[in-house]
């Protein structure tokens, strides 16, 4: 049974440039939610996706958007990067119909903005 | 919104007991325990829901007071291997779009 999946693992951009990071949940589950973290600190929430629409957000700018395709994978892209964009991107997946929302976390992908 | 852990770090020695607390400000519906391994992806350790429980497995385990919103994680008999970061994470409400927010994490490291 496949866990969740990201890809690249490590990425370096430059300030301004936009970037494509991706995710495929773990088998039977359908939605993916997307982390940011930064060194020594908790995982921030950016944003949620369910039936391939955005359900929730978190307090990130606009810069941020995301994508989900029928086969429940998604894709996270970051617009005009910013130094501080440099973090480990984390992505999660979980299954809508748990009442527990369970959420199993992928590998990751270190993003540094130089 | 954002819970608080303490304490922020604790070293062990093997065969010792820890205590981690995760407090909320806000009415919890559920409270998600990880430990993540420098390098590594947070591993989901356990989750507990409003109503008090209390759960574990192997010499882990986690209580929920839902009157002091506050979710206590005991490790006990510590090995090598429970060295890491555990964060919670927390829920605010029973709808269908429950965000995960997490604390700054708890350092735990258990010496030989």
């Known amino acids: 049974d496949a866990g969740v999946t990201q890809s690249p693992t490590h990425l370096i951009k430059t300030r301004g440039q936009q970037v494509t990071l991706r995710c495929s949940p773990k088998?039977?589950?359908?939605?993916v939610s997307w982390y940011q973290q930064a060194l020594g600190q908790g995982p921030q929430f950016i944003f949620q996706?369910?039936?391939?629409?955005?359900?929730q957000r978190g307090n990130f700018p606009d810069r941020f958007s995301g994508h989900q395709f029928p086969n429940y994978s998604s894709e996270l892209n970051v617009n005009a990067l910013l130094l501080g964009d440099s973090a480990l991107y984390l992505c999660a997946s979980s299954f809508q119909g748990m009442y527990t929302d369970t959420q199993y976390f992928g590998p990751g992908t270190r993003l540094t903005v130089l | 919104q954002q819970p608080v852990q303490s304490p922020q770090a604790v070293i062990l020695r093997e065969g010792e007991d820890a205590v981690i607390n995760c407090s909320s400000s806000k009415a919890l519906y559920s409270v998600h325990w990880y430990r993540q391994k420098h390098g590594e992806a947070p591993v989901f350790l356990m989750i507990?829901?409003?109503?008090?429980e209390q759960k574990g497995h192997d010499k882990i385990s986690a209580s929920f007071n839902e009157k002091k919103q506050q979710s206590s994680l005991y490790l006990t008999a510590s090995q090598l291997s429970y060295s890491g970061t555990y964060f919670c994470?927390?829920?605010?409400?029973?709808?269908?779009?429950?965000?995960?927010?997490f604390g700054s994490g708890t350092q735990l490291t258990v010496l030989p």
């Open positions: 507990l829901l409003k109503g008090g």
């Open positions: 996706y369910y039936e391939e629409e955005e359900r």
């Open positions: 994470g927390t829920t605010l409400s029973s709808g269908s779009a429950r965000q995960l927010t």
């Open positions: 088998s039977g589950h359908d939605t």
